[in-house]
């Protein structure tokens, strides 16, 4: 292990300082993230939890010097990070591993990378592979194992590297339950023991209870442009366990940071295309989806806690925000301390006949200002029909390269509510007589 | 059985671009400056005996095997730089990508006249004769492999890229552990295409006559020629025999093998289906001396190579390179591009004038040859889809029918119709209209087996849930075919109809203009005039002849299958 040396004065491992990310130039500059500022000591586990899309992935290759922010400082160990961070490493979602090296030589490709004479790089790797539980499989080809094991070589391959810091990226969510579950606890007994010389973890997730289980610390991020939201301590002790209300008040503390509040209409539904203004982008959700959850907050009496009715619902949160985010937009409900609202339009669809839920959703789908352009535009046309491409051209200035999705889901959103039909073949958009 | 299946490496931008305009430039000036050259070429050739002795069959067979294995390791060398260097530099694939396009589309023999001529003045003419053919079978062979690598680099995922990043592989470890790997496979089945590609010129390149200039190589495609011209058709049977016995040689002790070994650079993470064999690839893996060699030479050499590179790139760690995006062009971007316009320009303003001298009837005569051979072609791509496509849906569909036809297809369609060629003069030149009917022959021959072969696949992969459904619905068989069949197959007829028209258009020059029996036949046809303004040293003619083709099989690609291309792409697409 190293010694604590630099304990003096500073033992900041890794600091952002308000850092920014944006894409394309000028006119078309999209933000990613802006003024994040972050800190990680030695010996802390930090785990980065926010809505898809909020830039934690980004955050995470800044952090490694895999990507280079557009403004403010990356530091690490005081100094200004300049290109890969040497002393870093990621354990990936898809695990990234060569599929045509075998597992021991998956592990060796690191040390090789780094010189080390072929003898000790045999021997280092094997005792890699031994310490992951992986003996036995060293001459296997990554498709011949399981999903668990392949995240296993992942660790071990990081694990060559002695990394100072470790930085993972989703690496349970592409397993299944138990063997995520099995891997975290690994993962979490090398860790506490102290016997990798890792001295901080950085973890991006998506899962609210995997951050409670394992960090030291939660940094809650947001979206439009991402930022962090909050900053909230873990300081239960490990072994953490899921049914201890303490546990369960923290979920609820983290998933209400991260759902936020409601904000005003104006702030909700953003401008219309062509005005002044911050544009909002549309949720890629399936109206039927909402009509699922209203359905179900229906039968609650219109309250229920937003953690609970993920469990129930047995949606992660990337997928229950986005279907969130529609009911806001649509004025179906509100979010409010950690707990989902019905409002009286949301009770009315969720009580509705099919026919007329097509007649509620058509005018709550016109509240969004991008259909609602749509709309008139098609309208105030003679023959009553537009090009995709008209409009795509219109948008593209305010969403430069989502202007394809937003169209896409535009185009479902009004199909749906009955305002206007698409015929793909010609690529127009038209009102039906 | 596996199946080919060949994707047409097809831009994304539809129109032409202004850098399309200006490649088209330099391309017109080099075809000028080997033109120029051509002029000084001596007027009588006369080209070495080819022995039709059965003795002298094996000599032939591997003097064509090598001018082959050389061509292609000159394309394979060239794919590898080229395709590196448009993958990894931007500025230098927004050049390189749109030049290859244009390449891939001109047809090729048309170029040999050209390049042969312009070697001899030169080199001494047997050398000139080797490396011209070599030339040829290379251009035939590059452009397709050089797609399929310089798209493998550039879709390698995200995920492994950073991996290669933050391990700090230096760029040699980069290329052999992740680059070149990721790119086995589609390089290696676009090799095997490539190779059959190369046959079919190589055929036609060993014997050419240019006029009073008689080029000869020795090898399989001279002696078929020379055994078709003097009738004699047991020297005929042994020489299509041997062909036929070199490339199934090949097939089981290369191409099968090779095949067999680059399953292990498959991305995908799932044991999927059965893994192709090769009864000579299971031999070798368990052979004692190949595991010699792999412990005491393979290894040693492997190591020897990786520490000369590192010392070479002397520990520098590839950092994922940031692309400054500014707009404005730099001073390194502007003096090679002025520098090339104006050689380009004065390149032009030679051919113009040189195409000036050209009588207005000539004009005439070109635009009726290349409305004659646009005609063939397409009544060549008629007739191979009348009955690849019936057939093809037959054998993709009926298991029992593809056991029995496959293998039986696969052999045949190995058989470079170049090589036929001659036979069929043979058979068909005493008849009426014979050159006419054998020059669409030969496209047909050279065309229809890209489309059987995509036709088969394309059957093999419509779902059986949806055949299921066509029976439970009681479909009649024609509703069947309208509703099912042929929008599952169309964007597979597509694909294999543009490199079949590709094939049909380059035959053109060997098809419209014969030398056979001592006498020289011709039909109206842009291939023709090509050969005779060759043959008269009319170089006004060939150049026009030949950027007139060019220009239109560039034009037909861009507008019409492209188009389909699209449609298919969007519309019938089984996913």
Redesign the interface.
């Known amino acids: 292990m190293t010694a604590p040396a630099s304990l003096n004065h500073d033992d900041n491992l890794l600091q952002l300082q308000n850092v920014t990310k944006a894409y394309g130039r000028e006119a078309k500059r999209f933000i990613a993230m802006r003024d994040v500022n972050l800190s990680l000591r030695r010996g802390e586990f930090v785990c980065l939890v926010g809505p898809s899309g909020c830039g934690k992935s980004t955050l995470l290759r800044i952090a490694t010097g895999l990507n280079p922010a557009t403004s403010g400082a990356v530091l690490y160990r005081g100094q200004a990070l300049n290109g890969v961070n040497p002393y870093a490493t990621i354990v990936f979602q898809t695990f990234a591993l060569f599929p045509w090296l075998t597992v021991q030589e998956n592990v060796e490709i690191a040390l090789k990378a780094r010189r080390v004479p072929p003898a000790e790089r045999t021997m280092r790797a094997l005792k890699l592979i031994d310490t992951v539980g992986l003996n036995g499989f060293e001459s296997a080809y990554p498709r011949e194992l399981s999903g668990g094991m392949r995240q296993k070589i992942g660790f071990a391959r990081a694990m060559a590297m002695e990394p100072e810091l470790l930085c993972l990226d989703e690496p349970f969510s592409a397993l299944d339950v138990l063997s995520a579950e099995a891997l975290r606890g690994e993962l979490m007994e090398l860790w506490l023991s102290k016997s990798i010389p890792t001295q901080a973890i950085l973890m991006v997730t998506h899962n609210i209870e995997e951050a409670i289980l394992m960090a030291d610390r939660i940094v809650v991020m947001g979206k439009n442009p991402g930022r962090i939201v909050a900053n909230i301590a873990v300081n239960l002790r490990h072994p953490r366990h899921r049914k201890d209300s303490a546990f369960q008040t923290m979920v609820d503390k983290v998933y209400t940071a991260v759902a936020g509040e409601t904000k005003s209409e104006k702030e909700t539904l953003g401008t219309a295309p062509g005005q002044p203004g911050e544009k909002r982008m549309l949720p890629d959700v399936r109206l039927e989806a909402l009509a699922g959850l209203l359905e179900r907050l229906s039968e609650e009496n219109g309250r229920f806690d937003l953690y609970r009715m993920g469990g129930e619902l047995t949606l992660e949160l990337d997928d229950l925000l986005p279907i969130v985010e529609a009911g806001e937009l649509l004025g179906f409900l509100t979010v409010h301390a950690g707990d989902l609202l019905l409002s009286t339009p949301g009770q009315a669809y969720a009580e509705a006949s099919i026919l007329a839920r097509k007649e509620i959703i058509a005018g709550r789908v016109l509240r969004l200002p991008v259909i609602a352009w749509i709309y008139k535009t098609l309208r105030s046309d003679d023959n009553k029909r537009v090009a995709r491409d008209y409009f795509y051209d219109k948008l593209q200035d305010d969403f430069g390269d989502l202007t394809e999705k937003l169209l896409d889901i535009a185009i479902r959103w009004g199909r749906q509510a009955e305002l206007f039909a698409y015929n793909s073949d010609t690529g127009e958009l038209f009102l039906e007589s | 059985m596996r199946q080919f299946r060949f994707s047409p490496a097809l831009p994304k931008t539809p129109a032409f671009t202004p850098g399309d305009g200006l490649l088209l430039l330099g391309l017109v000036t080099i075809l000028y400056a080997g033109t120029r050259l051509a002029f000084n070429a001596p007027v009588v050739i006369a080209g070495p005996h080819i022995s039709l002795s059965p003795l002298a069959l094996p000599w032939y067979a591997l003097f064509s095997v090598g001018r082959m294995v050389a061509a292609y390791f000159l394309s394979l060398l060239f794919s590898l730089f080229y395709g590196y260097a448009a993958a990894r530099n931007r500025t230098a694939g927004t050049v390189l990508m749109p030049l290859l396009d244009v390449l891939q589309s001109v047809p090729i023999l048309s170029f040999l006249p050209v390049v042969l001529l312009s070697l001899t003045t030169i080199l001494p003419e047997g050398f000139a004769a080797e490396l011209a053919a070599i030339v040829l079978i290379f251009t035939s062979q590059a452009w397709n492999m050089t797609f399929s690598f310089y798209q493998s680099i550039t879709t390698i995922?995200n995920?492994?890229r950073?991996?290669a990043?933050?391990?700090?592989?230096?760029s040699w470890?980069r290329f052999s552990?992740?680059e070149l790997?990721f790119a086995a496979i589609g390089l290696l089945w676009n090799s095997m295409m490539s190779w059959s590609g190369g046959w079919f010129f190589l055929m036609a390149a060993e014997i050419f006559h240019v006029g009073a200039r008689d080029f000869r190589l020795p090898g399989l495609g001279s002696y078929l020629q020379t055994a078709a011209n003097e009738a004699n058709l047991r020297a005929i049977v042994m020489g299509i025999a041997s062909l036929v016995l070199v490339i199934i040689f090949l097939d089981q002790l290369v191409w099968r093998p090779l095949i067999a070994w680059t399953d292990?650079?498959?991305?995908?993470?799932?044991?999927g289906g059965e893994p192709p064999a090769s009864w000579f690839f299971g031999m070798l893996s368990r052979s004692w001396l190949v595991k010699q060699f792999r412990a005491r030479v393979r290894r040693p050499f492997s190591?020897w190579i990786d520490g000369g590179l590192?010392r070479l790139s002397n520990?520098k760690?590839a950092?994922?390179k940031?692309i400054p995006?500014s707009?404005r062009p730099s001073w390194t971007r502007i003096v090679p591009v002025s520098i090339f316009a104006v050689a380009a320009l004065y390149g032009i303003y030679r051919t113009v004038t040189l195409l000036l001298t050209l009588p207005a009837v000539a004009w005439g005569q070109l635009g009726i040859g290349l409305a004659a051979t646009l005609a063939r072609v397409t009544v060549s791509l008629l007739i191979a889809m009348l009955w690849t496509i019936p057939v093809g849906v037959l054998i993709g569909t009926n298991r029992r029918w593809a056991n029995l036809l496959q293998p039986v297809v696969q052999i045949v369609a190995a058989i470079p119709a170049t090589a036929l060629f001659p036979v069929l003069l043979l058979a068909l030149l005493q008849t009426a209209n014979g050159l006419n009917i054998s020059a669409i022959a030969l496209m047909l021959m050279g065309a229809q087996w890209y489309l059987l072969f995509n036709v088969i696949a394309g059957a093999a992969a419509i779902p059986q849930d949806l055949r299921h459904t066509t029976n439970l619905l009681r479909l009649s068989s024609w509703d069947r075919w309208r509703t099912l069949i042929m929008p599952a197959v169309f964007p597979y007829i597509v694909t294999g109809a543009i490199t079949a028209s590709g094939g049909a258009w380059n035959a053109s020059v060997v098809a419209e203009y014969v030398e056979f029996g001592g006498q020289t036949h011709t039909t109206y046809g842009v291939g023709a005039l090509i050969a005779q303004a060759t043959g008269r040293g009319d170089y006004a003619l060939l150049l026009a002849a030949t950027l007139a083709l060019a220009s239109v099989v560039v034009f037909i690609n861009r507008t019409f299958w492209l188009r389909l291309y699209r449609l298919a792409e969007e519309?019938y697409r089984m996913e």
């Open positions: 995922p995920e492994l950073e991996a990043a933050i391990y700090r592989f230096s470890l552990t992740l790997p292990k650079f498959k991305v995908e993470m799932t044991e190591k590192r520990g760690v950092t994922p940031v995006r707009g519309r």
